[in-house]
């Protein structure tokens, strides 16, 4: 009953941010639901019978009003976090899969970011903030990185809102996208040497989470 009460909570506090983006969200739900069920229920309920046209109909629709809701919550919680330092590791660090963030390896007195991230495609550079700035960023942080890595990929990605660059949106598409180079045992070796490579840098502080207050990013977005 407790974890009932805990996913109903959630869900609600989802629906609630959710409706601030979207705000006839659960009109679109409702009119999903009704459009889907119908599409199946008539054809079916015409060759055999209602019943069965509803029992099948009914969980169809339910399951589309779901995922049209999971997507708008999706949306949602992007768009709360768009433009802020660290939306980019928010996102990255709810990710499902053989990843690895170090938030902030590089960080300016402009909350400019370059955190890193290790996975199966090698080594991925996140930069956040304005793109005339992150490039000279990232570039630093490269150089580096190569010097200690110079066999692994390396890639560089730049989310903001300047025209060239990466939506929070997009990233984990964009991660997910990147070419497979290391096999899992090559990926711990990698994150183990950057390991130590970060211990030798004094700690840069991360500035605080990008999220709203009393939101959080829904389940619907983990990769």
Do not use: C
Request: glycine letters at 8%.
């Amino acid at each position: 009953m407790s974890k009932l009460r805990g996913y109903l909570s959630s869900l609600r506090e989802n629906f609630k941010l959710t409706r601030k983006v979207h705000r006839w969200v659960g009109l679109e739900m409702l009119g999903i639901f009704v459009a889907v069920t119908a599409l199946i229920a008539v054809p079916v309920g015409l060759i055999f019978n209602w019943l069965t046209g509803l029992l099948i109909g009914l969980p169809v629709g339910l399951l589309a009003m779901t995922f049209w809701f999971s997507r708008r919550a999706m949306n949602a919680a992007y768009s709360q976090i768009e433009g802020q330092a660290g939306a980019a590791v928010a996102v990255i660090q709810q990710m499902r899969g053989n990843w690895s963030i170090t938030p902030a390896v590089a960080v300016t007195k402009n909350s400019d970011i370059v955190s890193r991230v290790v996975g199966r495609p090698g080594v991925v550079l996140v930069g956040e903030g304005p793109a005339q700035r992150v490039t000279h960023l990232l570039a630093n942080e490269r150089k580096k990185t190569a010097r200690w890595l110079p066999e692994v990929p390396i890639y560089e990605i730049q989310v903001g809102t300047d025209a060239d660059q990466l939506s929070v949106a997009k990233v984990q598409r964009e991660l997910n996208r990147l070419p497979r180079a290391l096999r899992p045992a090559e990926v711990n070796d990698v994150r183990r040497r950057l390991d130590a490579l970060s211990a030798k840098d004094s700690p840069v502080p991360i500035p605080k989470g990008p999220l709203p207050k009393g939101g959080k990013i829904p389940k619907s977005m983990r990769g």
